[in-house]
């Protein structure tokens, strides 16, 4: 549907999509977007991509949940459970409000009562605002009473933080991105900006063009390569053979920064000794690049004024995922290229607030602030500020929560705006567990994959209904105001969560966003200076920030680390295999991740007209040169399957990925790439490995 006319009104918000957090401004008329446009943010400067500009009409897609519902007595629960988005009601039925919050929050008492704390669980989101991350895990952690809670951080940077916490106390990034307009050099490692983070990506190829050495490290060629001085193509996972031999050369050449070594860093003698086994001429056949190439890199990373280096999942999702990191945290620390402006450490966010989400403790080892649960002042603080006593333990993580329900140790689920029926790795697995919960209670804009399993479907606000805070990428809280009415009967989000918390037992007074936001900033030291009227004045502002009249660091680190000594701790890595290499059956390795034009599990993307229309079906995507040899024709439909299951997909010829490799995108409910993935975990951050595993390709038999 188009809708034309002038606008009533033009609301100043952000984009819902991913963590680079462009400003917008959407244009409305009898409660319609008629258009968006960028604004001036200091992410995007009127910049958007084709997702901010043409993706927010899922709001009002036909299929949006706009009543309760209940699950009928008689509908099956299945693993394959799917009902019609459309014509939900062969399995469910409407509902009051009354009822579905009365029968969500007892289900949940019930569990608590008969089963114990231990047995309920909830997943939160990154999609939703600060303030609703911070109530959702306020209420698992003083209604559930554990700290069983997480989110798709989890999936995405949870090996980032986990190395970044260990060596910095911080897992932020150390600078935004567009301090890549200041940099001599800079490395992006296994993301792909021009997909996945668009309009940070224009601004890496203006530095490139303004005369940056751009280096693209990633098995698959990418948009960026054209802009790219060097890309190196390593074979899949040999990211800390590739790292270590850079760090290797530097140490050999007599390239690292003596001074800044001595006064920032401790292991530097451990890192040190560890890269001796690391020689690029050692490592050259494992990573599948020459050694004087990765000398030659290794030189002018270290030897430019400033570097700067930007990953993504490419990093992060593999069982090293940890170890890669901490590879690259060494890179910087030795050369120095950190907390200076142009240089530093910058994981690119996926979602646009993981990074708030996460800073908001909706994550199980850690309240606000990344205070860990289990240190006794910080709890008494939160046990002040929430007046109750507390768990000490660290709750379970995304896919260990999906284990503990099929060993029947958790029962009862709140799950707001997640979707692990598609996000979650050997997703049968997933929807196995789903469909095993006593109790599953689904928050939501859709019946997506997840809610086809609930029992009771909370319809909830989508985003361009909604006021609230939003950090990105680049550490900046934005203001979000909503331009468009709820739908129906649905309600906001934090609403929600607070009509279940009070059915559960608390006694929750919040009149709207802006009080939940002033609460949790009385216990973030990192947001001290940013008050809500300040956001609402400035709509973004920069933390940490420790006064109203400072503009926030942009840049940290350049007097030290906020660790205990103030010095960053070096970690040694060592060679560790993906969990599941190529073998005779299934020789081919997997990697899946995002389009352009689609985002996650496609719950908003798949409903909003224009992307869905550029890209309406989920394929298979492999070097045409492999296809050639298999007699496979683009177009052509092809059945892949790994040791966790097959799904049936079109093949498309993509010169991206190398002979051998295949690449499927993750948002195509109709071949889910989860059906495939591997669960195993990094051990450290517990991220599954979801660019790597063994699988293979066949023709589908035509008679
Ligand atoms: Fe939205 Fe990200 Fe595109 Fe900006 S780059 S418009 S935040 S999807």
Redo the contacts with the bound molecule.
Sequence with gaps: EVYLGEAEKVVNSL?P??????QTKIHVKDDKILKVDGRTGPA?EN???????FGMDYARHPTRLTKPLIRRDDAPKSWDCEVDPANPYTHFRDATWEEALDRAAKGFLKIREAKGRLALAGFGSAKGSNEEAYLFQKLVRTAFKSNNVDHCTRLCHASSVAALMEGMNSGAVTAPFTDALKSDLIIIIGCRPGQN????ATYLKQAAKKGAKLVVMDPRKQQLTRHAWKHLQFKPGADVALLNAMIHTIIDEDLIDQQYIQANTDGYEEVAENAKGFSPEAMEELCGIDAETIREVARAYATAERSIIFWGMGVSQHVHGTDNVRSLISLAAITGQIGREGTGLHPLRGQ?NVQGASDVGLIPMVYPDYKSVSDVETRNIFQDLWGMELDPERGLTVVEIINAIIADEINGMYVMGENPAMSDPDAKHAREALAKLDHLVVQEIFLTETAFHADVVLPASAFPEKSGTFTNTNRQVQMARPALNLPGDAKQDWWIIQELANRMGLNWTYSGPKDVYEEFRTVMASIKGISWDRLEREDAVTYPCDSEDEPGHAVIFGEGFPTANGRVKLVPTDLLPPAELPDEQFPMVLTTGRLLEH?HTGAMTRRASVLDTIEPEGQVHMHPKWMDEKDISPGEMVAVSTRRGAVQLKARADRDVTPGMIFIPFCFAEGPANFLTNPQLDPFGKIPEFKFCAAKVEKLKTD
Aim: hydrophobic share 30%; proline share 5%; charged share 15%.
């Design positions: 984009c999509y991913c963590g680079v957090g462009c995007n910049r958007l991509c084709v997702k901010g500009r983070h668009p309009v940070a646009n985002w």
